[in-house]
């Protein structure tokens, strides 16, 4: 329909990117996990499997992102002002309950009764699958006061406020993505949020498996749950309530269909980054979830005793209540019992959290409970949408864009890395690509930059363990010997345009902090004539999906920098890979795979290993006056806080965490950093094979399509049969 559109639009006398650009993105969370669900949803409908997704209508998505005087500002996203992609579904609403109080009825059933309720109402995305009759569905749901949106007996009376009040306390629930939770009350929403999401999502499943007529018994040969992460391990406690409660099921009996109808992905290797909720919380919002929850915890601790007796340290490890003051229910584990398998998202990841986080589980529940399915991106978007020429030209070589349903197909590339008119096609497409990105930047920014330096990319939420910060000192680093280079002695230099990008979320001050650090090193640098064009910095504010598809393709060089064993996947690696960038990366996460399926001669590595990570913060804390390892560091810190790039005062916070704690061993890895840095200036010298590499890098995507996830998660895991003929000549490409 493109071309239709385009020629059509242009009689009216616009473009079709005017018409692109008037389109919001979806602003439902652009960090991994959530992107991640979009690119299986893609992949769930192109690969004709009967699945659809639930999540929140976010009324205000996260926020949006703007940069002033170099801080991150966070605005409501209107990004439901107009979304001509969704279908509202007045007919689809679930009345979801909240605080009240728990009692015994005459036959000594527990009700529920007395709560605040709030109406979920549906609106349906429908997810078109590349190439098939399928589309599949993504379900939002929005919150509503279920007593109306307006009182009128209150206005009437002059009590304007109260008229309204239970509509606004409704529309919170689903206003904004990430409220603050440092503050109870906007852990409390978070927790409303999760509750509503898993209630209205399971009783919209129930009440279409019931059109089936079928017993309970049948339930889990119709209907699997893949739960994306703790968000919503609440549902395995609500479909428990649902069974016993209202379908009066037995507790054991209920929960056998419980623990057979989940699956659980968790995403994330930072202990502190589990979610917790203290009990009085949920005994206040959810009492009759609480109660469950003490039940299943009771017969859960039974068995440990039974199989493990005595054993009151490992009682203590894996009970889902925590007994801190106060107590706290720890949703992880609420996810790993009421799952029949539970994955891990790259190799390293799976097999590194059956040994540490989830280690006594592995002992009492069995190693076979866990396993791995490593993430995946859609081709669709991050190639064929995000970058059509580079799809025209791999069709042509390839003969057919069946690549973007069988992406092993991308092996055959191989075969043209000395094909000099294909390289030289390459070559102009990415530089094409560069220009789009630098006019971008110019009209942002104000920043200049020469298409034919290395464009250094970095885009990722602000995480700690992602390690923006080693990527800015590095830049500083290699300001710093330019400045300390005769001009005469530069013409052999790399020019650099490092590109940064992301937010990070409201509560996370040293998050914000770097992003203000970047920012105000990059004005010092581009105003800087003497480096001129050898060096810039920018920040693209607001980094999204959209701006995703202009920079992924654009990109010579990605950072993938995480400290080794912190970051579980990684899939901005995936994306870069595949549009020809190349990845200076650590062994971390997805990148190992990566890595793999390249090929080490065509990546840039460096770094500790995971192993060796937790002997180098020991060593820290028994050495903790230790002198910076690195002297190459030590001038980047002196460059700073002697204010090279202004006021040191707001800089020095993003300084002192790495000579106080480094929890994530900067300083231990900054020389291997710029080694690394090194080999990749010299590499680009030698553009022929720089466009090799890059042409290798494609060619080792296959792996990496999230139909290769999907698959394995219908096969593996959730056991369904897609209504499509499997397609053989898939396998024939796996390796
Ligand atoms: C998490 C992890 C990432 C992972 C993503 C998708 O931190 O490493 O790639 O989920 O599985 N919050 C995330 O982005």
Redesign the pocket.
Known sequence: MKDVVTEGLQDFGFTVEDLISQEHDAALGN???GR?ASCFLDSMATCQLPAWGYGLRYRYGMFKQQIVDGNQIEHPDYWLDFNPWEFPRPDVTVDVQFYGRVRKNREGKSVWQDGEIIEAVAHDVPIPGYDTRNTNSLRLWSSRASSGEFDFQKFDAGDYENAVADQLTAETISAVLYPNDDLDRGRELRLKQQYLWCAASLSDIIRRFKKSDRPWSDFTDYVVIQLN?THPALAIVELQRILVDLEELNFNEAWQIVSRTFAY?T??TLPEVREKWPVPMIKKLLPRHMQLIYEINHNWLERVKKEFPGDLGLLNRVSIIEETDPKTVRTLFIGILGSFKVNG?SELHSEQITQTTFKDFVKILGRGRFTNVT?GITPRRWLHQANPKLSALIASKLGSYDFLKDLYLLQRLKLYTNDSEFKKAWADIKLENKARLANYITDTTGVQVNINALFDVQVK?F?EHKRQQLNIFGVIHRYLKIKAMDPSERSGLVPRVSIFGGKAAPGNWIGKKTIHFINKVATTINKDPDVGDLLKVVFIEDYNVSKAELICPASDLSEHISTAGT?????SNMKFALNGGLIIATID??NIEVIEEIGEDNTFLFGHLAPDVEDVRRAHAENPGRECPSKNLLSVFNAVLDGMFGDPEPLAAVVNRVIDQDHYIISDDFDSYIAAQDMVDETYRDQDKWIEKSILSVAGMGKFSSDRSVWQYSEEIWNIESVAVKDPKRREYKK
């Open positions: 960090g991994g996990l991640l992460g992905t995403h994330t998202v993430n939420w995480d970051e579980a996947s990684g899939t996460g997805s």
